[in-house]
């Protein structure tokens, strides 16, 4: 009886401090994530609602020679975004190259299937999806599927000088997961190098969220866009942000498994990942689901620290500025979006 008397009491204790630790917990991220009236009232007046392709007709995204979007992996209104903005940049700049977080032997097979206008190969589109899964499992569902169908169709319309082709910059091997970014770039730099009148092309991409991000991070570390950057290249950088939305997680050895291969976890207001001002999006967003920011604005706050960047993450690592003191150093647009279900599988 003593020993059960003292076993309840150390359970007691312990579970006394997990309670104490979430509440404190809890209380730091909320005040992490808080809104700041400056913030708020510099986005209620720069901000578009673009939740439909017709309101992002009316973008003014400014000029440059690469588009980088950013995503967490997963969501399925990321991929219908994608589309809308390579049509968008391909009308408005002539932005031709669709620059894709894959290898270049997967690029090659879109651009096979992109290319035959007569006859679409969809066994060839699902081969290859079902290749890129091994590189990025979250992006590989139906929506991607039907993305790419969607950008083959629009090929059709287009001159042959105004059509979108890829360049795969990824590794060859799926597994290798260290310096990635260095290996993109040198990829991108050795297809950019023997593209003809090369100081005109526009180059377009969507890629992991840290990819971005146009300075150094903690440890000194140099994401793709800041290599891009150093090449004298200008780059937009859009991030986008979730909340109250699902990302698709497959049956995988790297993945915990959920019901119906989707979860909550993901958002960037909790209960895993917290960004940095995220309320400041939230506040100022109103009623819309998906609503773009311009960061880089006359007057704008974000030019004296990092809002926006700094994400805390309680099962990996954070993400946070090496150096820099200011968030238009990493990005220029931000994208909140707001419910959305996860990609499905493909049928």
Same mark, same amino acid.
């Given at each position: $009886?003593?020993?059960?008397?003292?076993?309840?009491? @150390?359970?007691?204790?312990?579970?006394?401090?997990?309670?104490?630790?979430?509440?404190?917990?809890?209380?730091?991220?909320?005040?992490?994530?808080?809104?700041?009236? +400056?913030?708020?009232?510099? #986005?209620?007046?720069?901000?578009?609602?673009?939740?439909?392709?017709?309101?992002?007709?009316?973008?003014?995204? +400014? !000029?440059?020679?690469? &588009?980088?979007?950013?995503?967490? !992996?997963?969501?399925?209104? =990321?991929?219908? #975004?994608?589309?809308? $903005?390579?049509?968008?940049?391909?009308?408005?700049?002539?932005?031709?190259?669709?620059?894709?977080? $894959?290898?270049?032997?997967?690029?090659?097979?879109?651009?096979?299937?992109?290319?035959?206008?007569? +006859?679409? %190969?969809?066994?060839?589109?699902?081969?290859?999806?079902?290749?890129?899964? +091994?590189?990025? /499992?979250?992006?590989?569902?139906?929506?991607? &599927?039907?993305?790419?169908?969607n950008i083959r169709k629009y090929n059709i319309t287009r001159r042959p000088e105004d059509k979108i082709q890829v360049i795969g910059v990824d590794v060859a091997d799926p597994s290798m997961t260290v310096g990635r970014d260095s290996?993109?770039?040198?990829?991108?730099?050795?297809?950019?190098?023997?593209? /003809?009148?090369?100081?005109?092309?526009?180059?377009?991409?969507?890629?992991? !969220?840290?990819?971005?991000?146009?300075?150094?991070?903690?440890?000194?570390?140099?994401?793709?866009? &800041?290599?891009?950057?150093?090449?004298? #290249?200008? =780059? @937009?950088?859009?991030?986008?942000?979730?909340?109250?939305? &699902?990302?698709?997680?497959?049956?995988?050895?790297?993945? /915990?498994?959920?019901?119906?291969?989707?979860?909550?976890?993901?958002?960037?207001?909790?209960?895993?990942?917290?960004?940095?001002? @995220?309320?400041?999006?939230?506040?100022?967003?109103? =009623?819309?689901?998906?609503?773009?920011?311009?960061? %880089? %604005?006359?007057?704008s706050p974000y030019l004296f620290d990092t809002r926006l960047i700094n994400i805390k993450n309680l099962i990996g690592k954070n993400i946070s500025p090496y150096n820099s003191k200011s968030t238009l150093n990493f990005i220029q647009?931000?994208?909140?979006?707001?419910?959305?279900?996860s990609l499905s599988p493909l049928k």
């Open positions: $009886m003593k020993i059960l008397k003292k076993t309840m009491k @150390i359970l007691g204790i312990l579970l006394l401090i997990i309670v104490l630790f979430s509440i404190i917990t809890g209380i730091l991220n909320r005040n992490f994530i808080k809104s700041k009236k +400056e913030y708020v009232d510099y #986005l209620k007046n720069n901000k578009i609602d673009i939740s439909s392709s017709q309101k992002l007709e009316d973008l003014n995204i +400014e !000029h440059a020679d690469f &588009y980088l979007l950013g995503e967490n !992996h997963g969501v399925k209104d =990321v991929q219908k #975004l994608d589309e809308k $903005m390579i049509f968008y940049l391909n009308k408005k700049y002539g932005v031709t190259y669709y620059v894709a977080e $894959m290898s270049n032997k997967l690029a090659s097979q879109l651009n096979e299937y992109l290319s035959n206008e007569k +006859e679409e %190969n969809t066994a060839l589109l699902r081969r290859t999806i079902n290749e890129f899964s +091994e590189y990025i /499992p979250q992006q590989a569902g139906q929506e991607y &599927y039907e993305k790419w169908r290996i993109m770039y040198n990829n991108f730099i050795e297809a950019y190098n023997v593209i /003809p009148n090369k100081e005109n092309a526009k180059f377009y991409g969507l890629f992991g !969220h840290a990819h971005i991000l146009q300075d150094k991070l903690l440890g000194n570390t140099e994401p793709f866009a &800041y290599r891009l950057k150093q090449h004298k #290249l200008k =780059v @937009i950088s859009i991030a986008s942000y979730t909340i109250d939305s &699902y990302t698709y997680l497959p049956d995988s050895d790297n993945y /915990p498994k959920v019901p119906d291969n989707k979860s909550k976890w993901f958002n960037l207001n909790g209960p895993l990942f917290y960004l940095s001002g @995220i309320n400041d999006l939230i506040e100022s967003s109103g =009623v819309e689901r998906e609503v773009l920011f311009k960061l %880089n %604005n006359n007057k647009y931000a994208i909140l979006i707001k419910k959305s279900e």
